[in-house]
């Protein structure tokens, strides 16, 4: 069965990491903005050393976990899970699943961002992930980024 690629938008809005890596980047990224066009120079040229450096750092996040994902959902293993756990604080959660492939068990848990899908999650329901072939620890569930 051919999978649907992941999209860059629900990628970003449902990986806590990457989720994490862009929110910090827009927020320095408006501070300098702002503090530019006001002319205000709050911090000088600190802020943006801090701006280059929070760009360092998200940037290859966002591109990690991009690429990543979409690499799962391209060469990876589509079967059934059942969530065994689902945890949210504040915006943030984790979602815990079951699922064997290849007469294998594995308990993968992911990091999530609390959006309408991952709201709609409960223990015992089942899924389809999308697990890596050769590491199925790597394993995302597909409707939450496709």
């Known amino acids: 069965m051919e999978t ?19 929110t910090s980047i827009v927020v320095t990224g408006g501070f ?7 002319g205000q ?13 929070v760009g360092a750092i998200g940037i290859p996040v966002i591109f990690w976990r991009v690429r990543l994902i979409s690499s799962v959902f391209e060469f990876g293993w589509e079967v059934e899970a059942d969530i065994t756990d689902i945890v949210f604080f504040r915006d ?5 699943y079951v699922f064997t492939v ?4 594995y308990q993968v ?6 959006t309408r899908f991952t709201r709609s999650l409960q223990r015992g329901q089942k899924v389809i992930v999308v697990a890596q072939q050769d590491n199925p620890k790597t394993a995302f ?5 496709s």
């Open 4 to 22: 649907k690629g992941p999209s860059f938008v629900k990628i970003i809005w449902a990986d806590y990491a990457a989720y994490l890596a862009a």
């Open 32 to 38: 300098l903005l702002y503090d530019q066009l006001t």
């Open 41 to 53: 120079q709050w911090l000088g040229t600190t802020l943006i050393y801090i701006t280059a450096v």
């Open 92 to 96: 943030r959660g984790r979602v815990t």
């Open 102 to 105: 290849q007469g294998q068990k």
């Open 109 to 114: 848990s992911n990091t999530i961002m609390k």
């Open 141 to 145: 569930i597909r409707d939450m980024y």
